[in-house]
């Protein structure tokens, strides 16, 4: 789905892909920080939590829980890692459309 928004790079307005834009909000987003959507988000401050211990592939299956629980498809996730610096590339996949007629 694309969706046409305000856009501050000069432009009165632009295409963005709704998925690319929501995944990013998802993964920005501290659990419980929103007024409005407590639930919308990913719960960082337990996983940095001292005394806390996961291997880095639970992280990455728990990004992808969370984007898949938002109707977000994730078809890759690349994972560069430098000098304690772990960069997380997603791929997601397109929108399931249907251009067929239901019938009744």
Same mark, same amino acid.
């Given at each position: 789905?694309?969706?046409i928004v @305000?856009?501050?790079?000069?432009?009165?307005?632009?295409? !963005?892909? /709704?998925?690319?834009?929501?995944?990013?909000?998802?993964?920005? /987003?501290?659990?419980?920080?929103?007024?409005?959507?407590q639930?919308?988000g990913?719960?960082?401050?337990? !996983?940095? @939590?001292?005394?806390?211990?996961?291997?880095?592939? @639970? !992280?990455?299956?728990?990004?992808?829980? /969370?984007?898949?629980?938002?109707?977000? @498809?994730?078809a890759?996730?690349?994972?560069?890692?430098?000098t304690?610096?772990?960069?997380?590339i !997603?791929n997601? %996949?397109?929108?399931? /459309? %249907?251009?067929?007629?239901?019938?009744?």
């Amino acid at each position: 789905m694309i969706d046409i928004v @305000s856009n501050h790079d000069g432009l009165d307005i632009g295409l !963005f892909d /709704t998925q690319t834009c929501k995944a990013k909000n998802i993964i920005a /987003t501290q659990l419980g920080a929103l007024e409005y959507a407590q639930d919308l988000g990913i719960d960082l401050k337990y !996983f940095l @939590s001292e005394g806390l211990r996961i291997q880095n592939e @639970s !992280f990455k299956a728990y990004l992808v829980k /969370t984007l898949a629980d938002r109707g977000i @498809s994730v078809a890759d996730l690349q994972d560069n890692v430098e000098t304690l610096y772990h960069q997380y590339i !997603f791929n997601l %996949s397109p929108d399931e /459309t %249907s251009t067929g007629l239901i019938a009744r």
